[in-house]
């Protein structure tokens, strides 16, 4: 009887190497391809600029000084946030910045619903821009947008919002990475 022998021809690895390849492939382009590339789109609409000026009498009694002013800019805009993502998204903060014609940046929070109706009293001539808030905590559920309006607060004269370089809005999201949008 013959000796029973088990060797094996000799195999190249290189077809279910290919073949591995190939599936991997395939699933990555799956992936890429079915997963949304960004997080959330913003839009603005309807936005409002207003310049408001305030005077405080002087209670010095030093002889020269008088009442000064104040200029103020009030940034009404409204916003649109589309979530592309299959997870809901949460607004943490929204943010504005201006950076003005000679390069000083300025930074401000959106105002909250608690501190619009101070801000009403104070200028009655906002009042009639007030629209419903976009809020911070706001959760967007997934393939759903949500829109409201954001009310900002600039320290500084129209003259310097006229002649700005850039101004921006900032939603920074839990979880997600922040989404910026231009002011027009």
Known sequence: MPDPTFAQPARSPILPLLIAAGVLALIAAGVFYFNPHDTASLSLSNTSVVPTQTTFKSQSIVVGEGASTQDDLYVFTTLKVDDHLRLPITINTITA????????????????????PAIFIAFPKLKPLAAPPLLRETTIAPGQSAEGQLVFHFPVPKSTWDTRKSATITLDLYHQTPQTIVIP
């Open 97 to 116: 910045s201006l950076i003005t014609g000679d390069n000083q940046e300025s930074a401000t929070s959106a105002i909250s619903k608690s501190d619009l």
